[in-house]
């Protein structure tokens, strides 16, 4: 097999820039340019500063990275694609690789055959962290208004407890508030023990300890109305 050279490097980015699809590379390509690049580091530290070869080298060296690093890119642009398709499911690159010899519906696991073993381990690395941070996401978005929620019932009946007794409260210590929901309300239990199911625009008779907790939380609006007990 030829070695590499900047001529087959440009080769290989002229190929990856032509298709859509991942290409099909010497799965140590990688490698290969890694010796390419350290074969030319070493003959330029053998040759004088004064000599034309020297500078001829280094202009070959510095043209070479830049080839690599649009080639990596491009390659890379196209894993993480891949990354984000089979992140979507259950599908692991493992499983598309055995999904492939059965299904035609995966019309991107074929390039997954075109993979080096280094691409392999970002693929990867990137399907997991694209889950990873989708989880962390979604529960954020999706989990608040239920903490919130339960929160919010926890603290009602917290107080709750601590006013009841076993007795009969004395309710002149308190004021019952008219308010409007303006949110649907799960489940909680009022000073007298009653749990309440609010739902939006319900208008509902509450202790003005409790109102006040939903007012602050903005899922009810006061009325302008008091009932003294």
Do not use: C, H, W
Not at 155 to 177: A, F, H, P
């Amino acid at each position: 097999m030829k070695e590499m050279d900047i001529i087959l490097l440009k080769d290989l980015l002229d190929k990856e820039r032509s298709k859509q699809a991942l290409q099909p590379v010497d799965k140590d390509v990688y490698k290969e340019i890694k010796e390419y690049f350290n074969r030319l580091r070493r003959q330029i530290n053998e040759i004088g500063d004064a000599s034309k070869k020297k500078l001829f080298l280094i202009d070959e060296l510095n043209s070479a990275e830049k080839i690599f690093n649009f080639f990596f890119e491009k390659r890379l642009g196209k894993i993480i694609n891949i990354a984000t398709r089979l992140a979507k499911g259950t599908d692991s690159r493992q499983s598309a690789e055995i999904q492939r010899s059965t299904s035609s519906n995966i019309k991107y696991s074929d390039t997954i055959d075109n993979l080096t073993t280094y691409e392999e381990k970002i693929l990867d690395l990137l399907i997991e962290s694209i889950r990873s941070a989708r989880e962390i996401m979604l529960n954020d978005i999706y989990k608040d208004e239920e903490e919130e929620s339960s929160t919010l019932i926890e603290n009602i009946e917290k107080k709750s407890d601590k006013i009841y007794t076993g007795r009969v409260v004395d309710k002149n210590k308190y004021r019952n508030v008219i308010v409007r929901a303006i949110e649907d309300i799960p489940g909680f239990v009022d000073i007298d023990r009653k749990k309440y199911i609010i739902r939006r625009e319900d208008i509902v008779v509450l202790s003005d300890k409790v109102a006040d907790m939903l007012l602050k939380k903005n899922l009810v609006v006061k009325i302008n109305a008091i009932i003294e007990d």
